[in-house]
């Protein structure tokens, strides 16, 4: 079936309609009528070629949500009608031991939502600025908010799984002093997910501008990370650290800040390296620098659940389709508040 879309031909030309094709139902698929896509900064990096491999046409999106339009013979978790997403993995080798922990995201063949090979036209994935796809049931994601609320479901197929995946896996909760570095796409879902989960949230910010917001997205205390003395005021005190900031920056400053066996995961993913840690912060305290990559389908679909249960969603500015290309460079100026999201109806028009 062809379908509008919204993709580059190159990675130094815009985005622009073109048509694509979707492969025809099978025995264990799920199609699923688009209404929204979230817009992810992986989505500019890749589209405009900055990570390496991309092929074109790159059509991005990896943060969908929409109705089920169809179903395959063998698919019983899912019927037309139903509200679906689909986030960042779109196949894996089933058969490895991360795929049979239901952690797919780890899979060494894992097939991302878009820019992955695949057998069907044009040999690679695309992704979710188009009106339509089509997905095995595995990887499908059910949705119980209410439809109203759909467009903000969106993000948290990747910004929401990313940031719940460590918070969960470092046990956030009651009696944990938790901390979120940055007020993005990332932290405010981060700060969402820490004061839901029942742990006392900190948000540090370099901007004294957004203490209101991270107080209003669930924040209890805000520390601007430039001043040097509120930044001692809670040395060897926080449990875990959620370090969401996509530009390197010297990571000690917040190492300093854990307590003996606490830890500080990275999920933002920076274009140049951060320097190094000086190795003394970590072996003096046992305290831990782990990584994170967004989150299994298991624990995706833990996450939307508890999401719909505490009506949390994502902060997000709707666009039309033909908006992309001005909406990615005020995100590189961090000019939203907090996601892009694509009206996928406006693909129509185009």
Not at 127 to 141: A, K, T
Not at 170 to 197: D, E, F, N, R, S
Not at 293 to 317: N, S
Request: aromatic share 6%; charged share 20%.
């Amino acid at each position: 079936m062809t379908v509008h879309a919204y993709g580059a031909h190159a990675g130094d030309q815009p985005l622009q309609p073109m048509a694509i094709t979707r492969r025809a139902v099978g025995p264990e698929d799920v199609q699923i009528n688009i209404a929204f896509c979230g817009v992810c900064h992986s989505d500019l990096h890749q589209v405009r070629a900055e990570w390496s491999g991309t092929v074109f046409p790159c059509v991005p999106g990896h943060e969908i949500v929409g109705r089920v339009s169809a179903v395959g013979e063998k698919v019983s978790a899912f019927k037309v009608g139903d509200l679906a997403g689909v986030g960042c993995i779109v196949d894996s080798c089933r058969t490895c031991e991360e795929c049979g922990s239901g952690l797919e995201n780890y899979c060494d063949n894992m097939i991302g939502t878009y820019n992955s090979p695949t057998p069907d036209a044009p040999g690679h994935t695309l992704g979710g600025y188009s009106e339509q796809i089509v997905v095995n049931q595995r990887y499908v994601l059910r949705v119980g908010h209410r439809e109203d609320q759909l467009a903000a479901v969106a993000p948290l197929l990747c910004a929401g799984i990313t940031t719940w995946s460590p918070l969960k896996h470092w046990q956030a909760g009651p009696g944990k002093k938790v901390g979120v570095v940055g007020i993005g796409g990332l932290g405010h879902m981060g700060l969402k997910l820490a004061h839901a989960l029942g742990a006392h949230v900190v948000a540090f910010t370099t901007s004294e501008s957004k203490r209101q917001d991270a107080l209003a997205l669930g924040a209890d205390e805000v520390v601007v990370s430039k001043n040097a003395e509120a930044m001692a005021a809670h040395r060897k005190s926080f449990d875990f650290i959620l370090n969401t900031v996509a530009a390197p920056h010297n990571l000690d400053a917040f190492l300093a800040l854990l307590k003996r066996d606490g830890a500080m995961t990275l999920v933002g993913a920076p274009s140049t390296p951060h320097p190094s840690p000086n190795v003394f912060s970590l072996i003096m305290k046992r305290r831990n620098l782990a990584g994170s990559l967004i989150g299994g389908i298991p624990e995706t679909q833990e996450m939307l659940d508890f999401c719909a249960k505490h009506d949390i969603v994502a902060d997000i500015e709707l666009i039309r389709a033909d908006e992309i290309n001005h909406a990615y460079e005020r995100m590189l100026q961090g000019d939203v508040k907090y996601r892009f999201v694509i009206d996928n109806a406006s693909l129509k028009s185009q």
